[in-house]
């Protein structure tokens, strides 16, 4: 060959197959350009070996919903979804792959200072559900703060209606322990919204430390370390 050619191209001419067989097949990380897995239809060969794998299938690949696990205070979250922050734990099965990472939806933002469980999806139907349902969905969130926390502070918190006497969104806050000058709270809240959290402290006197979102409707985030991602499982809904 003396002018180099888009992969699925060749791969076509290789396989004779289709050239929209052969971008699914490479798409799905089954071709090898040099013994290096390519996932672009548009990459340029010239003399390269390019292999199929011996177990490639030719199966739609699902919109994917990705789980992160974001640092607080992180500039650029959508960053760190990339191959080399997959969680190495997952158990799940799922490949990754290139197309994964992009068209992505982020649904459900938290607070910039925040850490905790944030949400991208390629799924409409995961999207929507998490849009339409926001008022309905509970999450989760821990939240440190300075010094004890009063009996009164803690009804402060829970209370339904803000200075103006305008509705909150349903709040549910417990105190999970305290010592060495702080203390630790977790609040169940439906409805949030980035900025609620920090309102409420301030309202009951509290200084906030840290805060984490832990849990979105029946997903909570577990075992997943800061600044690394998981695939939603089939099993698992919002």
């Keep these: ?52 794998a011996p177990n490639a299938r030719l199966t739609e690949l699902p919109p994917v919903t990705l789980l992160l696990h974001k640092p607080a205070d992180h500039p650029s979250p959508p960053a760190l979804l990339n191959a080399e922050q997959h969680w190495s734990a997952e158990t799940g099965g799922t490949r990754v792959l290139q197309r994964h ?40 969130m821990t939240v440190d703060v300075q010094g004890e926390v009063a009996p009164a502070q803690l009804a402060l918190l829970m209370r339904e209606t803000d200075t103006r006497g305008q509705p909150l969104p349903p709040l549910k806050a417990s105190l999970t322990g305290s010592g060495n000058g702080r203390s630790k709270l977790r609040l169940a809240i439906k409805g949030t919204h980035p900025g609620l959290v920090a ?16 849990r979105i409707g029946r997903v909570p985030m577990g075992q997943l370390p800061a600044g690394q991602w998981r695939y939603l499982q089939a099993h698992e809904r919002f």
Aim: proline share 4%; hydrophobic share 45%; glycine share 4%.
């Design 1 to 52: 060959m003396n002018e180099a050619v888009r992969l699925s191209k060749r791969l076509a001419a290789q396989l004779s197959c289709s050239r929209s067989e052969a971008e699914r097949y490479i798409e799905g990380g089954w071709v090898r350009v040099d013994g290096r897995v390519v996932e672009e239809p548009q990459f340029r060969v010239l003399n390269e070996k390019v292999e199929l």
């Design 101 to 140: 990472f992009s068209q992505l939806t982020p649904v459900l933002p938290l607070e910039p200072a925040a850490s905790g469980l944030l949400v991208y999806t390629q799924d409409a139907r995961v999207a929507r559900k998490l849009i339409d349902d926001e008022r309905l969905i509970e999450v989760e």
């Design 199 to 214: 309102y409420v402290c301030e309202r009951a006197g509290l200084q906030i430390l840290a805060m984490k979102r832990i």
